[in-house]
């Protein structure tokens, strides 16, 4: 079965500074990976995803993940934190042929001026 | 905005009342999914269903059933409602296998 874990419920930054929100995933096969994200009020907008091709996966708003085999991880960045960026932030994993996403309990950013 | 078009957005009812919450599917979408995110549970998979068959079911209870229609849209059907049953329901929806699932902005459901 696969699961995903993301380490802290809620992180902090100050506008401006590097976001990192992390996630590590089980799969006993070859994962396809997920960041979704959810403004208050509203329903999951998909950032990025990881299909097995490139490593460093680019998505919208600046965000970036990078998917590391060894580590069993797929961390998000972004270089430079924005107010908008203040929302929930939820890593889900799925396998090839079987689409069913399965979520981590996500992680709430909040940005400070 | 995804594509993924869900109605009623906001809905209050009793305990033991019976809803239905419906789902259209961005267009050419063959596969709809199901999801239930609450406070204490988070986002749980309860369905998917692909071009009108049943393909998995996850965390769903058996007071709770879904259909997807020829045209594809889909219902979610929640009976006996209990007060726990309050969350926010999403409906995705997605092409083939391997694609990316894209979600609607959910409905609230509200048990009193």
């Known amino acids: 079965a696969q699961s995903v874990t993301q380490l802290g419920s809620h992180v902090s930054v100050s506008e401006g500074a590097l976001v990192l929100l992390r996630c590590n995933y089980s799969?006993?096969?070859?994962?396809?990976l997920f960041w979704y994200v959810q403004y208050p009020n509203q329903g999951l907008q998909l950032l990025l995803k990881y299909t097995s091709a490139a490593t460093l996966v680019k998505g919208i708003n600046g965000f970036e993940a990078e998917f590391k085999k060894s580590e069993t991880s797929f961390h998000l960045t972004k270089p430079s934190a924005h107010m908008s960026d203040a929302a929930e932030y939820f890593c889900?994993?799925?396998?090839?042929?079987?689409?069913?996403?399965?979520f981590g309990t996500g992680t709430r950013l909040l940005v400070s001026p | 905005d995804s594509g993924v078009t869900q109605t009623p957005k906001h809905l209050i009812t009793a305990t033991g009342q019976r809803v239905t919450l419906r789902c259209s599917p961005r267009?050419?979408?063959?596969?709809v999914y199901w999801y239930q995110q609450s406070l204490d549970q988070g986002l749980q998979f309860l369905i998917q269903y692909y071009n009108g068959e049943e393909r998995a079911k996850g965390n769903i209870l058996e007071r709770f059933s879904a259909q997807q229609f020829p045209d594809l849209h889909s219902e979610l059907n929640l009976s006996s409602l209990e007060l726990g049953d309050s969350a926010l329901y999403f409906c995705?929806?997605?092409?083939?296998?391997?694609?990316?699932?894209?979600f609607g902005e959910g409905s609230w459901l509200t048990v009193v």
């Open positions: 799969s006993s096969v070859p994962p396809y």
């Open positions: 995705a929806s997605s092409a083939l296998v391997g694609n990316t699932i894209y």
């Open positions: 889900a994993v799925s396998t090839p042929g079987f689409q069913k996403l399965v």
């Open positions: 267009s050419g979408d063959l596969s």
